[in-house]
């Protein structure tokens, strides 16, 4: 089976920082660009960041530049969301997903064949 799992979500003060961690297993983890999602109460899903298989490119979303930082370790199968000066607005629930790539422009989006993980949930308190 496969199986992609999230882990290090916390309650965090604004301004703080956390990582996120994402192993995967069944899968050939190498083959995989992979991606950190989110998703807030009552808002959409959106794509936070995407890194490709070897770690060489990386994209985040507009809001998180310069704040949070991917990384993979593809010994170890994991994926990493390094975030730093956390903002309230970064609360949510966060999903890895092995499956991403980036649109022109370089904004990560999910592809159209992939795996979510069960979710880890960060909270700021402001």
């Known amino acids: 089976q496969v199986q992609v799992v999230e882990s290090g979500g916390d309650l965090v003060q604004a301004g703080g920082s956390l990582k996120l961690s994402c192993t995967a297993s069944?899968?050939?983890?190498?083959?995989?660009?992979m991606g950190w999602f989110r998703q807030a109460p009552g808002k959409e899903r959106e794509a936070v960041s995407c890194?490709?298989?070897?770690?060489?490119?990386?994209f985040y979303t507009d809001s998180v530049k310069g704040r949070f930082a991917i990384s993979r370790d593809n010994a170890e199968s994991t994926v990493y969301l390094q975030m730093s000066s956390l903002k309230a607005e970064d609360t949510a629930m966060y999903y890895c997903?092995?499956?991403?790539?980036?649109?022109?422009?370089?904004?990560?989006?999910?592809?159209?064949?992939?795996?979510w993980g069960q979710g880890t949930q960060v909270t700021v308190s402001s």
């Open positions: 069944g899968l050939p983890f190498n083959n995989y660009a």
């Open positions: 890194i490709n298989w070897d770690g060489t490119r990386k």
């Open positions: 997903r092995a499956g991403c790539t980036a649109v022109a422009g370089g904004r990560p989006i999910q592809t159209d064949f992939g795996y």
